[in-house]
């Protein structure tokens, strides 16, 4: 059983060489048992039904995912269904059934897409691992590894074949980390491109929405509708973009894998052979990891606090999650959330930008191989923590300026791309010259 491109499922629907219900039997069909623990919700009589009103739509054949099955991550409101954003069903046993979509789920189902079910996530989003009460998720790319996180269940279960897009979210590298991990496509837009409306503060502006996929054409189809911007489903040719190829350390302790870098480096060889101007460039990253670190524990404490607030049970949270939160409320009330250190460091990468002369940047996805898959939730809080930070510090930066970022896969690792704000077409354009 053959999975489809987005693309190419949308187009049979269109003209009629096969239905939304038939395609939405399909992936059920591929997912079967779930051997890699992707799904926390599967509703296929809910999907059939949505298929089949799709197939009745006077205006399929114009939809630009018609009868596409998708997978929605569970942090953001489906109707129907609580939004558990990985406690578990008894710490979430008060939680409201949602009564409407959220604005990217509304935009989703407006362009024919189809909901097959709803993917796992860590608790609260917090690690770049995914596992939950339930289960470990699987990474069908890399055996034994995690597929990352806190969009691991969404990349398990493109990279399985069970969908070809999936709904994931991102605040410090939770698109772009697990799409490396799992060896597909994914892009995070700049702020504002595509609704967040991700817990109290949107991760304090770092949080977006974003495509996971297995092809950049995907990537950008979905990302047309997400943005409800058509014109973005278009890969332009990129031609004349300048780009930088930074492979210093985002960190001290950061040790890149020289499979990593190599592959990267060959990456912009190919795109010196198409003609793009690429130099080497030494990426100024932040000294202090702290207006970062403080975010991250901060939003553990709103999060945390507006789940429970919202009927979820406070004592049931995990331990590693109350610890991360602890430790939010003091950063909190020490005033270390700064808007002012985030406007400093985006002024030095704007400066950098300009002063190498580049459109595009170049850099690893990942700093090493995926951690373990294990059942970190039930570890002490610093198992999560130290895995979270050593294998993937590459990201989180551009979710602190709200640029756009990517990652797609070159010779089996994540190869990160990044632009400034408005440049996702950019992005775009680039991938899919690697891709090809």
Same mark, same amino acid.
């Given at each position: 059983?053959?999975?489809?491109?987005?693309?190419?499922?949308?187009?049979?629907?269109?003209?009629?060489?096969?239905?939304?219900?038939?395609?939405?039997?399909?992936?059920?069909?591929?997912?079967?048992?779930?051997?890699?623990?992707?799904?926390?919700?599967?509703?296929?009589?809910?999907?059939?039904?949505?298929?089949?009103?799709?197939?009745?739509?006077?205006?399929?054949?114009?939809?630009?995912?018609?009868?596409?099955?998708?997978?929605?991550?569970?942090?953001?409101?489906?109707?129907?269904?609580?939004?558990?954003?990985?406690?578990?069903?008894?710490?979430?046993?008060?939680?409201?059934?949602?009564?409407?979509?959220?604005?990217?789920?509304?935009?989703?189902?407006?362009?024919?897409?189809?909901?097959?079910?709803?993917?796992?996530?860590?608790?609260?989003?917090?690690?770049?691992?995914?596992?939950?009460?339930?289960?470990?998720?699987?990474?069908?790319?890399?055996?034994?590894?995690?597929?990352?996180?806190?969009?691991?269940?969404?990349?398990?279960? /493109?990279? @399985? %074949?069970?969908?070809? +897009? =999936?709904?994931?979210?991102? *605040?410090? #590298?939770?698109?772009? $980390?697990?799409?490396?991990?799992?060896?597909?496509?994914?892009?995070?837009?700049?702020?504002?491109?595509?609704?967040?409306?991700?817990?109290?503060?949107?991760?304090?502006?770092?949080?977006?929405?974003?495509?996971?996929?297995?092809?950049?054409?995907?990537?950008?189809?979905?990302?047309? /509708?997400? @943005? %409800?911007?058509?014109? +973005? =489903?278009?890969?332009?040719? *990129?031609? #004349?973009?300048?780009? $930088?190829?930074?492979?210093?350390?985002?960190?001290?302790?950061?040790?890149?894998?020289?499979?990593?870098?190599?592959?990267?480096?060959?990456?912009?060889?190919?795109?010196?052979?198409?003609?793009?101007?690429?130099?080497?460039?030494?990426?100024?990253?932040?000294?202090?990891?702290?207006?970062?670190? @403080?975010?991250?524990?901060?939003? =553990?404490?709103?999060?945390?606090?507006?789940?429970?607030?919202? $009927?979820?049970?406070?004592?049931?949270?995990?331990?590693?999650?109350?610890?991360?939160?602890?430790?939010?409320?003091?950063?909190?009330?020490?005033?270390?959330?700064?808007?002012?250190?985030?406007?400093?460091?985006?002024?030095?990468?704007?400066?950098?930008?300009?002063?190498?002369?580049?459109?595009?940047?170049?850099?690893?996805?990942? =700093?090493?191989?995926?951690?373990?898959?294990?059942?970190?939730?039930?570890?002490?809080?610093?198992?999560?923590?130290?895995?979270?930070?050593?294998?993937?510090?590459?990201?989180?930066?551009?979710?602190?300026?709200?640029?756009?970022?990517?990652?797609?896969?070159?010779?089996?690792?994540?190869?990160?791309?990044?632009?400034?704000?408005?440049?996702?077409?950019?992005?775009?354009?680039?991938?899919?010259?690697?891709?090809?």
């Amino acid at each position: 059983m053959t999975l489809l491109t987005a693309a190419a499922t949308a187009d049979g629907v269109r003209e009629g060489r096969h239905t939304a219900v038939e395609t939405t039997r399909e992936a059920l069909a591929r997912i079967g048992d779930d051997e890699v623990n992707g799904w926390r919700v599967l509703r296929p009589a809910e999907a059939l039904a949505e298929a089949a009103a799709v197939d009745a739509r006077p205006d399929r054949y114009a939809l630009p995912l018609a009868g596409v099955p998708i997978a929605i991550k569970d942090n953001v409101a489906v109707s129907g269904h609580r939004i558990l954003d990985g406690v578990s069903a008894e710490c979430g046993a008060g939680l409201p059934v949602e009564r409407s979509d959220h604005p990217v789920v509304k935009r989703l189902r407006a362009a024919g897409a189809v909901v097959v079910g709803l993917t796992r996530v860590p608790e609260l989003c917090l690690w770049a691992m995914t596992d939950d009460a339930e289960a470990v998720v699987a990474n069908p790319h890399r055996p034994g590894r995690t597929p990352g996180g806190s969009s691991g269940g969404s990349a398990a279960v /493109v990279a @399985a %074949g069970h969908v070809a +897009l =999936a709904h994931g979210n991102d *605040g410090l #590298g939770s698109l772009r $980390g697990p799409a490396a991990a799992a060896g597909i496509v994914t892009i995070k837009p700049g702020r504002g491109v595509v609704p967040a409306e991700l817990g109290p503060t949107n991760w304090f502006g770092m949080a977006e929405n974003g495509p996971m996929t297995r092809t950049v054409g995907d990537a950008a189809l979905g990302l047309s /509708v997400m @943005a %409800g911007r058509p014109e +973005l =489903a278009q890969i332009g040719e *990129g031609a #004349g973009l300048r780009i $930088g190829l930074g492979l210093n350390r985002p960190t001290p302790a950061t040790v890149t894998s020289r499979t990593i870098a190599a592959a990267v480096r060959d990456a912009t060889a190919v795109l010196t052979a198409r003609e793009h101007s690429v130099h080497e460039v030494r990426v100024p990253y932040p000294a202090s990891p702290l207006p970062l670190l @403080a975010r991250w524990v901060a939003a =553990a404490a709103t999060d945390a606090d507006d789940i429970v607030a919202r $009927g979820a049970t406070a004592a049931l949270l995990q331990a590693r999650t109350r610890r991360h939160a602890a430790l939010g409320r003091v950063v909190t009330a020490r005033g270390l959330v700064r808007p002012a250190d985030a406007a400093a460091i985006e002024s030095e990468l704007e400066r950098f930008f300009a002063n190498e002369r580049i459109d595009v940047l170049v850099t690893p996805t990942l =700093a090493r191989r995926p951690a373990q898959a294990r059942r970190y939730s039930a570890l002490p809080w610093v198992a999560s923590a130290a895995a979270s930070l050593n294998y993937a510090p590459y990201p989180s930066l551009w979710n602190l300026l709200g640029w756009p970022a990517m990652s797609v896969p070159f010779r089996g690792e994540g190869v990160q791309l990044i632009a400034r704000p408005g440049g996702e077409a950019d992005l775009l354009a680039v991938a899919a010259k690697l891709e090809a």
